[in-house]
């Protein structure tokens, strides 16, 4: 079984404020992905990567940074918080040649006050 | 704007009846369609999929349907049970980027 983890699970944040959220995986794939979960819009693609050292722009990017220093990890970055950035967000990975199953993790929830 | 779209955000089904959900999309590029499950609180978890060279996949209760001159793909649910409730998302995807798009969702209820 794919394990994808998250970090952390719950984040109180201030507007303006710094956040990071962390992700790893365990399960050597090169492709990564980070959504965002909002009432009404399913699951939306923020930014993801290829492999170590690459980052792309997903559909909805702004706001957001993304890093991946490593296979195992990749974190999204929010440089100035904003209450409108308030949502649920997994990450993923897979690979997509033999079937292109995504694995999630088990979702961050932020809120920015 | 939408590239994959879930036009019934909801659909109440009698227990043992049939589930269709549906799904239209875009993009003619996207080569991979599939479906996931998601309970409240949790991850979503793939349930099946296609590559866009097979017009129908079946597994268990569960059959795919894809339909590539229409840009629209079915996930058929038989025998649907309650524990079946849950929210259904429908997901393409495209080989040439390795991007997916999901809809936003179908809230499946089953009742007894």
């Known amino acids: 079984e794919a394990a994808v983890t998250q970090s952390p699970r719950n984040k109180v944040a201030v507007t303006g404020g710094k956040v990071t959220l962390s992700c790893n995986q365990t399960n050597n794939h090169n492709n990564m992905y980070w959504y965002r979960q909002d009432t009404g819009h399913g699951l939306r693609l923020i930014h993801y990567?290829?492999?170590?050292?690459s980052t792309e722009k997903g559909d909805i990017p702004d706001g957001y940074k993304a890093s991946r220093p490593s296979q195992e990890n990749f974190s999204l970055i929010l440089e100035l918080a904003t209450p409108s950035q308030t949502s649920v967000y997994f990450c993923?990975?897979?690979?997509w040649g033999g079937g292109a199953t995504q694995y999630f993790g088990p979702g961050t929830r932020l809120l920015v006050l | 704007g939408q590239q994959v779209k879930q036009s019934s955000p909801s659909l109440t089904v009698q227990e043992g009846g049939i589930s269709i959900l549906n799904c239209d999309y875009e993009?003619?590029?996207?080569?991979?369609f599939a479906w996931y499950k998601k309970y409240p609180d949790n991850s979503p978890t793939l349930l099946i999929s296609?590559?866009?060279?097979?017009d129908k996949r079946e597994d268990g209760r569960l059959t795919v349907f894809l339909n590539k001159s229409g840009k629209h793909f079915s996930l058929h649910i038989t025998a649907s049970q309650p524990e079946d409730t849950a929210v259904y998302l429908c997901a393409a995807g495209y080989t040439g980027n390795y991007k997916y798009v999901f809809g936003a969702g179908t809230r499946l209820k089953v009742i007894a």
């Open positions: 296609v590559r866009s060279n097979v």
């Open positions: 993009n003619d590029m996207f080569d991979y």
């Open positions: 990567s290829y492999g170590a050292g």
């Open positions: 993923a990975s897979g690979n």
